[in-house]
């Protein structure tokens, strides 16, 4: 039996309808996986920098030190590769954190600073935020944590190693 020429319209209208519904559902397809793997954090960026450095001793009875021993207080000095944020958790409780930033560390820029309201740490450059009591991340596009030096306290002197922990 011949079709008549409405049924051939229709058939190949419904052709070229079906025809783009794949086109589309294959493009939909497609936006949804480049967006899926465009959406993924960065985690191939470069190694954090170790630079080993001699014992830091700081004497916390020293003026320029004394607020060290002052809970939730934090303090910048030289050390490591961009220096070292030393925190002060609770009395002869102390965290020492390496200011290399750990997202893209060999940005010119990925240094971390204390925040001006001294309840985390911060860098500028990519603006991630670190916890004081861990070094992990909290806000912004960084995944792992800062270094986190070994230190010790023996009721005057406050001790840094090069001996990463945790």
């Known amino acids: 039996m ?3 020429m409405e049924e051939k319209v229709v058939r190949v209208f419904m052709s070229i309808l079906s025809r783009k519904y794949t086109v589309w559902s294959a ?13 993924t954090p960065d985690l191939s960026d470069d190694q ?10 700081i004497n916390l009875n ?21 220096g070292i944020i030393v925190y002060c958790q609770e009395t002869g409780i102390y965290y020492a954190y390496e200011r290399n930033c ?10 971390v600073n204390v925040d001006n309201s001294k309840l985390f740490m911060v860098d500028p450059c990519c603006g991630s935020s670190f916890d ?18 070994r230190t010790s306290y ?4 406050l001790v840094i190693t090069d001996e990463i922990v945790e």
């Open 2 to 4: 011949q079709d008549t």
């Open 27 to 39: 493009c939909w397809i497609n936006m949804l996986i480049i967006g899926l793997i465009g959406c």
């Open 48 to 57: 954090i920098p170790y630079q080993p450095f001699p014992d830091i001793i």
């Open 62 to 82: 020293l003026p320029e030190n004394i607020a060290l021993k002052s809970k939730g207080i934090a303090k910048e000095i030289n050390g490591g590769t961009r």
């Open 102 to 111: 750990s997202y893209h560390p060999n940005d010119a820029c990925a240094t």
């Open 132 to 149: 004081f009591s861990t070094g992990n991340p909290t806000g912004g596009i960084a995944w792992r944590p800062l270094l986190k030096y």
């Open 154 to 157: 023996n009721g005057l002197n």
